[in-house]
């Protein structure tokens, strides 16, 4: 009877964590918040988030596809590889 009631307590708190794991934009100018990790079993789990990742790149890749970009740059492999 307590192990159902354990279980059934258990399954509660895994429904409530999943409505609260909506997604949420992490940028360096809002920076995690104490809400957004959720604790499940002792553990800290980080909220799904979107990050916004800016990179440089050459001015010759400009205006190309990433495939004819892998195909050029790395011929290490065919191009067919990279589609």
């Given at each position: 009877m307590k192990r159902d009631r354990d279980e059934a307590e258990e399954e509660g708190n895994e429904e409530r964590n999943k409505r609260?794991?909506?997604i949420v934009w992490q940028t360096?100018?809002?920076p995690a918040q104490k809400q957004d990790?959720?604790?499940h079993n002792g553990k800290r789990h980080v909220?799904?988030?979107?990050?916004?990742f800016?990179?440089?790149?050459?001015?010759?890749?400009?205006?190309?596809t990433i495939v004819d970009l892998f195909?050029?740059?790395?011929?290490?492999?065919?191009?067919?590889?990279?589609?």
């Open positions: 609260k794991m909506e360096p100018a809002h990790y959720v604790f909220r799904p988030y979107y990050f916004e800016v990179s440089h790149v050459n001015k010759r890749w400009e205006g190309k195909a050029q740059e790395f011929r290490g492999r065919s191009r067919d590889y990279y589609a």
